[in-house]
Nanobody, 124 residues
């Protein structure tokens, strides 16, 4: 298994940038595809972005494509989400997760390990 700890969240003004990090424990981090999900107040948790185990393939929700970039550094056991041009609707708790099963990168049910989340608040 893997333990995940998110960091980098905070308060940012609209149009600003933020980089989230997810530190993963264990020696098998590079074996997992990873994803970012978020949950805004009053809404269901939704897919944001995902990356294959080696980082060669990335996947994004249409709402964030072009603004958010997922990356990973397997040598550092760290997953990143670079966020630019942030909007108030990006306000949410952001979770990183390790894909454990299934074929779809978009389905949160395929992710078996989750961090505790980090709050991102974008002021208008």
């Amino acid at each position: 298994q893997v333990q995940l700890v998110e960091s980098g969240g905070g308060l940012v003004q609209a149009g600003g940038s933020l980089r989230l990090s997810c530190a993963a424990s264990g020696r098998t981090f590079s074996s997992y595809a990873m994803g970012w999900f978020r949950q805004a107040p009053g809404k269901e948790r939704e897919f944001v972005a995902a990356i294959s185990w080696a980082g060669g393939s990335t996947y994004y929700a249409d709402s964030v494509k072009g603004r958010l970039t997922i990356s990973r550094d397997n040598a550092k056991n760290t997953l990143y989400l670079q966020m630019i041009n942030l909007k108030p609707e990006d306000t949410a708790v952001y979770y990183c997760a390790a894909k454990r099963s299934g074929t779809s990168y978009y389905n949160q049910d395929n992710y078996g390990y989750w961090g505790q989340g980090t709050q991102v608040t974008v002021s208008s």
